[in-house]
């Protein structure tokens, strides 16, 4: 009997955060049901790298989706191509816009592989992509609720075709919480500004230290503000509570 196919087609410049955790785990659950996942990864001149990610994330089965014109067209048809290869049943776009034209084109040939978007965050550019496609979108989900009424108000989807997906998270042991010390903050995630906000780090603490507040601060992640953040809290004189851990492991 033939197997259900799915394909996640995905940036590869970044490895590491939040959506390539849960792409990890969604794809391992999958297969745990009996489909076949092929992860597609898109491949450029300079930032985008598939080998490097899977050298990470290594997939049972993937396919580097490559494209070296720099332009919309180019990574169509490289798209295009690829979902000819593979001939998934689900296609779901991780980060790519160009995924919904490509799946248009293949319908209107001979596949009707259905289509299926995750919106993970507040990107006006992703609702606008949805709403241009909002015709031939099988379903959409959002991992929160308001990002599910967004993709109702704001792309104008049919309610009928959406849904709100909460992402999971693994329960914390039990000797997590410390009682004593410092007030103890943590910010997690992946070090930029414009989806992240992690340019508030610098002022919050600075802001924690002005009350007479006893706290210490660590910053999980890495990303392209990393060092000028560094750089803030040495000439906040902060060093001594605010500690830069780097990447580390999601059970870590």
């Given at each position: 009997m033939r197997k259900p196919v799915a394909l996640f087609v995905s940036q590869s410049a970044h490895p590491w955060g939040?959506?390539?955790?849960?792409?990890?785990?969604?794809?391992?659950a999958l297969e745990g049901y009996g489909w076949r996942v092929v992860v597609g990864l898109v491949r450029g001149r300079s930032n985008h790298d598939p080998y490097t990610y899977l050298a990470l994330h290594p997939y049972r089965e993937s396919v580097a989706i490559t494209c070296r014109t720099g332009t919309v067209e180019g990574r169509v048809?490289?798209?295009q191509k690829a979902l000819e290869s593979v001939g998934p049943d689900v296609v779901v776009p991780v980060g790519i816009a160009d995924v919904l034209e490509a799946v248009?084109?293949?319908?209107?040939?001979?596949a009707k592989p259905r289509?299926?978007?995750?919106?993970?965050?507040?990107?006006?550019?992703?609702?606008?992509?949805?709403?241009?496609h909002r015709g031939q979108l099988d379903r959409a989900v959002a991992v929160n609720?308001?990002?599910?009424?967004?993709?109702?108000?704001?792309?104008?989807?049919?309610?009928?075709?959406?849904?709100?997906?909460?992402?999971?998270?693994?329960?914390?042991?039990?000797?997590?919480?410390?009682?004593?010390g410092p007030f103890r903050v943590a910010w997690v995630g992946r070090l930029c500004r414009e989806s992240k906000r992690a340019?508030?780090?610098?002022?919050?603490?600075?802001?924690?230290?002005?009350?007479?507040?006893?706290?210490?601060?660590?910053?999980?992640?890495?990303?392209?503000?990393e060092?000028?953040?560094?750089?803030?809290?040495?000439?906040?004189?902060?060093?001594?509570?605010?500690?830069?851990?780097?990447?580390?492991?999601?059970?870590?």
């Open positions: 939040g959506v390539e955790s849960w792409l990890e785990r969604l794809v391992a048809r490289a798209i248009r084109r293949v319908r209107a040939a001979a289509l299926l978007a995750v919106l993970h965050g507040f990107g006006l550019a992703q609702l606008r992509d949805l709403a241009a609720r308001l990002l599910h009424a967004a993709l109702i108000d704001v792309a104008g989807l049919d309610p009928e075709r959406t849904g709100c997906v909460p992402v999971g998270a693994m329960l914390p042991r039990e000797d997590a919480c410390r009682k004593e340019g508030d780090v610098v002022p919050v603490a600075a802001a924690l230290d002005a009350l007479g507040c006893d706290f210490r601060l660590d910053v999980v992640g890495s990303g392209p503000l060092e000028a953040l560094i750089r803030d809290v040495e000439r906040a004189g902060l060093v001594r509570k605010v500690r830069f851990r780097g990447f580390v492991s999601e059970d870590e």
